[in-house]
C-alpha cells in the first residue's frame, strides 16, 4: 500500500449472537410492581435476551466475530487490529479484545476493549475505519458485546425495566 491512492474502510462482514434465555415484561410484572403495557409503551420492548453464567461477553464477541469472519471470507489471521466495544468486560485485564484474540487464535494484531456504552461500537468503527484509512492496517475486527443484565438487581424497578440486555 505505498500508492498515493486513497484507501476506504468498509464492512465486509456482520455476524451476531444473542443470549438463549429469555425475558419477558409479564416476567418482570412478576418481580416488580409493572406490566408489559407499561413496559412497552415506554420503551418499545416485548422481551430480552438475558446473558447465562456461561454467555459473557467474550463468549458471545466469539461467536459474533466468528460468523463476520466467514461472511467475510477472513481468516483470523488476516487480522490486523480486534477492537471490542463493552462495559461488561469479562475481566478488567487483560482486554476482552485480547481474550478474544486467543480466542480466535491470532497472534500480533493489536487488540484492545473500548468502555463508551452505547457509542462504544461506533468508536471502535471510527478508530478502525482511521487506521485503515491512514493505511497502518488492512483487516480490523470491530465487536459489541454486553452484559447488563449481569448488572442488574432484578427487583429494583428502577434499573430493571430499562436497562436490561
Known amino acids: 500500500m505505498q500508492s498515493n ?3 476506504y474502510a468498509r464492512i465486509a462482514g456482520t455476524g451476531s449472537y444473542l443470549p438463549r434465555k429469555i425475558l419477558t ?16 409503551t415506554r420503551t418499545g420492548i416485548h422481551q430480552r435476551h438475558i446473558s447465562e453464567k456461561d454467555e459473557t461477553s467474550g463468549m458471545m464477541a466469539e461467536q459474533a466475530a466468528r460468523q463476520a469472519l466467514d461472511v467475510a471470507a477472513l481468516d483470523a489471521s488476516q487480522l490486523d487490529m480486534i477492537i471490542v466495544a463493552t462495559c461488561t468486560p469479562d475481566l478488567v485485564i487483560p482486554s476482552t479484545a485480547c481474550l478474544l484474540q ?3 487464535g491470532v497472534r500480533g494484531c493489536i487488540a484492545f476493549d473500548v468502555s463508551a456504552a452505547c457509542a462504544g461500537f ?8 482511521q487506521f485503515i484509512r491512514n ?26 425495566i430499562l436497562f436490561g440486555d
Open 25 to 40: 415484561n409479564d416476567d418482570i410484572a412478576q418481580l416488580v410492581d409493572t406490566s408489559d403495557e407499561w413496559i412497552y
Open 122 to 129: 461506533n468508536y471502535g468503527l471510527a478508530i478502525a475505519d
Open 102 to 104: 486467543a480466542r480466535l
Open 135 to 160: 493505511k497502518m492496517i488492512r483487516h480490523a475486527l470491530v465487536v459489541g458485546s454486553e452484559v447488563m443484565s449481569s448488572l442488574l438487581d432484578w427487583t429494583d424497578r428502577s434499573t430493571c
Open 5 to 7: 491512492e486513497a484507501v
